[in-house]
């Protein structure tokens, strides 16, 4: 389980210490930079001699860059340092950087390492144009540099991860004690996160909200068949998706959920010839009622929003057993709120920003986190907001929201979503609480991707990433092993 504590948190671990006043938490964390900068340095070439640039803002984010500049500078590397606002430059890091050879200079030569210190956790907003212009000449001069946030790309909010452009992106971000919301939530801005211990509490952190479980985590609790089970006993689950028309979203879910987990799968719909023509196992018929029991059931994609699919969504959310609602299901659903309202078994809605817009009647907007968070308490659903960082958040626990940073972006690909639908509904119907069956089922679907696009990666289409999801569940089971 990874956690990431929001400013105000990480500033309350750090004043915890009592080693703010002193500079030895900057001090760790100069050290941690250096390293990290020293290791980068010697994977490519070597130390002596090498160039690093350092841009300078006016908090301790340049701190950290001007005293980890004097280590690298003591080892031999020729350190340059821009200051953007030289009456606020960190004196005592000036100072070091100066004692050891660094040299202060308004525009850099050419450079193997371009530091941004610009700032880190008490930013706000894009780049100030003086930043942005010293960056651009930096990058135009020297284009292959390697890129080293200090604690956060600058122009990359802390605590939502949102971009404001221009922002600094990253080949290596090197933070401190705790990874930041950021460093999740805009990853791929931030490239290779190193976390320095700077001795924080080991406590510090635990009451982050923003929470992903491991692959570890993932792999043990996948359900597997024990020597006592049988097909019922894993958990039918029930699909009522695709149309006779579109039997596309009906195939693609169904595949995963037979995929996913060993229970039986029913599937009730319009396109039920053809699902039992691609997967034989699958027991289907027309419509929900007539399907036999399942222990949960996963309702929308690709059938439509007709009155046909008004009726069998009715029929499935009166049903006393967990229910999926994704797509097409969803877009009923923010017409027809008050389906809720009886249900007291657990719903999860499993959105991309369009359909939580519908849902909502609001945009996702900057704060994705607190988004979903406030939907599921107003909704009383488990909601999982799809994207490169995947959000899921239950109804009665506003402490927690799980993220699924998917690691790669091959699975934005049509009909990847009702394969989501698939796996999740699946684990739903194992008896996996809603949220850990959503974040387990994200995390599957992104390593299913990732494995489907291979190295160095080739666009893929949805059935090749449901092909791949026993593959993926092996590499989560096995990495805990
Ligand atoms: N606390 C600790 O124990 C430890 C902290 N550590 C380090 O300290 C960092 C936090 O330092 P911090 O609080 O001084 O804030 P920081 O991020 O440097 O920037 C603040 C100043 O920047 C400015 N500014 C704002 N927005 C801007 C923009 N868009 N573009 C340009 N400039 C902008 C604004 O100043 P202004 O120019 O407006 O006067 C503002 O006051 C943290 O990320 C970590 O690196 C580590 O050493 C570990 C121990
Ligand atoms: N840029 C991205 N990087 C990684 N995963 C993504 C990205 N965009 C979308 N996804 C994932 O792909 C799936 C897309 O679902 P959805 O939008 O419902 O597609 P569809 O309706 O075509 O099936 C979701 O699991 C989502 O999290
Ligand atoms: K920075």
């Known amino acids: 389980m990874s956690r990431y504590p929001t400013v105000a948190q990480i500033r309350a671990a750090e004043a915890a210490t009592g080693l703010l006043a002193n500079g030895v938490l900057m001090g760790r964390a100069a050290h941690g930079l250096a390293s990290a900068i020293l290791n980068h340095l010697r994977d490519t070439g070597g130390v002596y001699g ?33 200051l953007l606002d030289p009456a606020k430059a960190h004196p005592g890091g000036l100072a070091a950087l100066r004692r050891t050879g660094g040299r202060v200079v308004v525009e850099f030569g050419e450079l193997d390492v371009l530091v941004d210190g610009i700032v880190g956790i008490g930013g706000s907003g894009p780049l100030r144009p003086a930043a942005a212009a010293v960056l651009g000449a930096a990058r135009a001069l020297s284009p292959s540099a390697t890129v080293v946030a200090v604690d956060l790309p600058s122009g990359v909010d802390a605590d939502t991860g949102v971009v404001n452009e221009p922002a600094v992106r990253a080949d290596l971000t090197v933070t401190f004690g705790l990874p930041r919301r950021a460093h999740v939530l805009a990853a791929p801005q931030c490239g290779r996160l190193v976390v320095v211990d700077i001795g924080l509490d080991p406590g510090a952190g635990r009451d982050a909200v923003l929470q992903s479980l491991s692959d570890a ?74 399907a036999g029991r399942v222990q949960a059931w996963i309702v929308g994609p690709g059938f439509g929003t007709d009155v046909d699919a008004r009726a069998r969504l009715r029929t499935v959310l009166a049903a006393d057993v967990p229910v999926l609602v994704d797509a097409d299901g969803i877009t009923l659903l923010a017409q027809n709120p008050d389906l809720l309202a009886p249900r007291s078994a657990p719903t999860l809605l499993t959105p991309h920003a369009g359909e939580f817009a519908r849902l909502t009647g609001a945009e996702v907007g900057a704060d994705r986190v607190e988004a979903v968070r406030a939907c599921a308490a107003d909704l009383g659903a488990t909601v999982l907001l799809k994207g490169r960082a995947t959000l899921i958040a239950g109804p009665d626990d506003p402490d927690t929201v799980l993220v699924n940073e998917a690691g790669s972006s091959w699975a934005a690909t049509a009909g990847s979503g009702d394969a989501l639908s698939g796996i ?19 995390r599957a679907h992104s390593v299913a991707a990732h494995i489907a696009a291979g190295r160095p990666g080739a666009p893929i289409g949805a059935s090749a990433l449901v092909a791949a999801i026993s593959d993926a569940i092996r590499v989560l089971r096995a990495s805990g092993a």
């Open 217 to 290: 985590q993932v792999g043990a609790a996948w359900p597997v068949p024990g020597p006592f089970d049988d097909k019922y006993r894993q958990g039918v689950v029930g699909i009522v998706a695709g149309s006779a028309v579109y039997p596309g979203a009906a195939l693609l879910c169904t595949g995963a959920a037979i995929a996913a987990t060993s229970g039986m799968t029913r599937y009730a719909g319009p396109a039920a010839a053809a699902v039992v023509d691609h997967h034989p196992e699958v027991v289907a018929v027309g419509e929900p009622e007539e």
């Open 424 to 442: 999740v509904g699946a684990l739903l119907a194992t008896g996996l609480p809603p949220a850990l069956a959503a974040a387990m089922g994200a």
């Open 50 to 82: 090498r160039r690093a640039g350092l841009v300078v803002g006016s908090g301790d984010n340049g701190g950290d860059a001007l005293y980890a500049g004097a280590l690298l500078a003591r080892r031999g590397v020729a350190v340059s340092a821009v």
